[in-house]
């Protein structure tokens, strides 16, 4: 979805979206390209974040592939940055990178979203941009998700608890927070939901927040990424 940037490996129109649920494709497609971003960059949403960070938080950043979202954090004076990845090609590029550009503090582990290797309590943000979809690629209905589908979304969401389809899972009553999102963009609304640990909203009462900001102009050109759901077959779903 939406302007995509990338150097060095671009893929064939014909990929499958399976193909996003093989580690030894990520670890491929990461020794080609260096740089890469699903969605929108995050000029389009500094915004949004910036709501929800100061310099002095914790930030942790899950499936960050190649993408340039925590330098640009470490920009805007956030320093303490965690970024984790599946794919060891992608880590070890990323550490190199950060390194070469001199920033040292910001830590890239290789780790599994599905088993978080971190104790209660370690960060005060987690950030999600595209990772989660890659879950959803075989989930078959989107709006009626298959079980094995559900079960991979809760165990992410229940290690980061130590969208319209999406909701009813993060309104779970495993999760004691709150669900808001926001929308940006004009021909096509990008959601970003924030997940706020503490009250409960009701599934009912979930709030949407039109915010007035930078429009930006999505003509067919930025719609022609390799994003998920782009390569649903709608018409074979079962709605």
């Not at 129109?13 to 670890?27: K, M, N, Q, T, V």
């Not at 880590?91 to 070469?100: A, H």
């Not at 941009?129 to 989930?139: A, H, I, Q, W």
């Not at 009626?144 to 559900?150: A, D, F, G, R």
Request: charged share 25%.
């Amino acid at each position: 979805m939406g302007t995509s940037e990338r150097t060095n490996g671009a893929q064939p129109e014909s990929l499958s979206a399976l193909a996003y649920l093989d580690p030894h494709y990520w670890d491929e497609r990461f020794s080609k390209e260096e740089q890469y971003e699903w969605f929108k960059d995050y000029s389009h949403f500094r915004h949004l974040i910036q709501a929800h960070v100061t310099s002095h938080s914790s930030v942790l950043e899950l499936g960050c592939g190649n993408s340039q979202m925590c330098e640009e954090l470490y920009k805007d004076g956030v320093t303490d940055i965690t970024c984790i990845d599946l794919s060891s090609v992608a880590v070890e590029k990323m550490q190199k990178r950060l390194f070469y550009r001199g920033l040292k503090d910001i830590k890239v582990l290789q780790a599994d979203m599905l088993e978080l290797p971190f104790g209660d309590e370690c960060f005060d943000v987690v950030i999600e941009k595209g990772t989660m979809d890659v879950l959803f690629v075989d989930s078959g209905d989107p709006w009626n998700p298959k079980p094995e589908t559900i079960s991979k979304v809760m165990a992410m969401l229940k290690g980061v608890h130590r969208p319209h389809f999406r909701r009813p899972i993060f309104n779970a009553p495993d999760f004691s927070w709150s669900v808001e999102w926001v929308t940006f963009g004009e021909t096509f609304h990008y959601f970003v939901y924030v997940l706020k640990k503490g009250r409960r909203s009701s599934y009912e009462d979930v709030p949407v927040k039109m915010l007035e900001t930078p429009s930006f102009n999505l003509f067919h050109e930025e719609l022609e990424g390799e994003d998920y759901v782009f390569r649903i077959d709608v018409d074979g779903l079962n709605c």
